[in-house]
């Protein structure tokens, strides 16, 4: 069964960078997409990102475009997403899931694994 593991979330200033890694393990990394989802208090899980399996497809939300960047090593099964330019809207807990029937997640809905989310606090 496909585990995900999230790590790299923290507290950041305005303007800042995180990078999120999303470690998969019990499959064969070359075969699902992921998705970056993100929560906030109170509000729903938006899709924030997605890639498929081989990496040659990326999404971004309009929120997003140009400030994060979504990529992923198969040779060590993980998908990375580089968030540049951090405002506090961007708080929120982040999640990654794998979708193995499609590949391409954008609705949270669709995915087949989730991990245990990572938290993001942008404030100063």
């Known amino acids: 069964q496909l585990q995900l593991v999230e790590s790299g979330g923290g507290l950041v200033q305005p303007g800042g960078s995180l990078r999120l890694s999303c470690a998969a393990s019990?499959?064969?990394?070359?075969?699902?997409?992921i998705g970056w989802f993100r929560q906030a208090p109170g509000k729903e899980r938006e899709g924030v990102s997605c890639?498929?399996?081989?990496?040659?497809?990326?999404d971004y939300a309009d929120s997003v475009k140009g400030r994060f960047t979504i990529s992923r090593d198969n040779a060590v099964n993980t998908v990375y997403l580089q968030m540049n330019s951090l405002q506090p809207e961007d708080t929120a807990v982040y999640y990654c899931?794998?979708?193995?029937?499609?590949?391409?997640?954008?609705?949270?809905?669709?995915?087949?694994?989730w991990g245990q989310g990572t938290q993001v606090t942008v404030s100063s």
């Open positions: 890639i498929s399996s081989s990496g040659g497809s990326t």
């Open positions: 019990g499959f064969t990394a070359d075969y699902y997409a």
């Open positions: 899931a794998a979708d193995t029937s499609q590949d391409r997640l954008w609705l949270a809905q669709d995915a087949d694994y």
